[in-house]
């Protein structure tokens, strides 16, 4: 099955530092990607649609100046948290889309800022 | 405005117990699909089901069934015979063809040996 790959599955950095996560599509195309960021014990919300080719979208209240957003293939997605701060700290899952509306997760990175 | 209503936060069994998970949701959409996800700690989102709104037919699959009733606007997973492999955090999703999922707050899931 498709499946949605991850990079890094989680890192540490300091306060001030931007952060990079990539985001793969490995055995199928996505024009379109979607990041997620799920805060402790709470639920996943869509920060933003990532889209090849042109600007991502973002969900109202998210900074694009903050979380940075490039579609660079049709296979990768890449958001960068620049100039983290502990608030930032979460869990940042992509997706992409499948058939009949369905989304395919990756696993998931975690972010700690210190 | 949609919303995905999970009113368990949590929920503890003892092993072989059954448990229902409530999804309550709200849309003014005729066409939509509703999901259910798996959480284990690891953090990956594992999909259960995908229903959408015009399938009305209640699933079985194994240990688990799910219930959706339009009338109630509600889609209940329910395990039976619970085990501890169960324990997770479950979330239900809705989608209404914008690829744009509405998670609920989810419900967590503590099965006890």
């Known amino acids: 099955g498709a499946v949605v790959s991850q990079h890094p599955s989680w890192v540490i950095c300091k306060s001030g530092t931007s952060v990079k996560i990539e985001c793969r599509s490995l055995d199928f195309q996505a024009t379109t990607m979607f990041w997620y960021r799920q805060f402790p014990k709470q639920s996943l919300m869509l920060m933003a649609t990532?889209?090849?080719?042109?600007?991502?979208?973002?969900e109202q209240g998210v900074e694009k100046d903050k979380f940075l957003i490039n579609h660079a293939s049709l296979t990768l997605s890449t958001l960068t948290v620049t100039s983290a701060h502990p608030e930032d700290s979460s869990f940042y899952i992509c997706?992409?889309?499948?058939?009949?509306?369905?989304?395919?997760f990756g696993p998931g990175t975690r972010l700690t800022v210190l | 405005a949609q919303k995905v209503t999970q009113a368990q936060t949590e929920i503890s069994v003892v092993e072989k117990e059954d448990v229902t998970l409530d999804c309550v949701y709200e849309?003014?959409?005729?066409?939509?699909?509703l999901f259910w996800y798996k959480q284990p700690p690891s953090g990956e989102l594992v999909f259960l089901i995908r229903r959408n709104s015009f399938d009305e037919q209640n699933e079985i699959s194994g240990r688990y069934s799910w219930n959706f009733q339009k009338s109630t606007s509600s889609f209940n997973f329910t395990i039976t015979a619970s085990q501890v492999v169960d324990s997770a955090v479950y979330f239900c999703?809705?989608?209404?063809?914008?690829?744009?999922?509405?998670f609920g707050t989810g419900t967590r899931l503590k099965v006890l040996a």
């Open positions: 990532s889209n090849e080719g042109s600007k991502a979208t973002y």
């Open positions: 849309t003014r959409d005729t066409t939509y699909y």
């Open positions: 997706s992409a889309p499948g058939l009949f509306d369905t989304q395919y």
């Open positions: 999703a809705l989608n209404s063809g914008t690829y744009k999922y509405i």
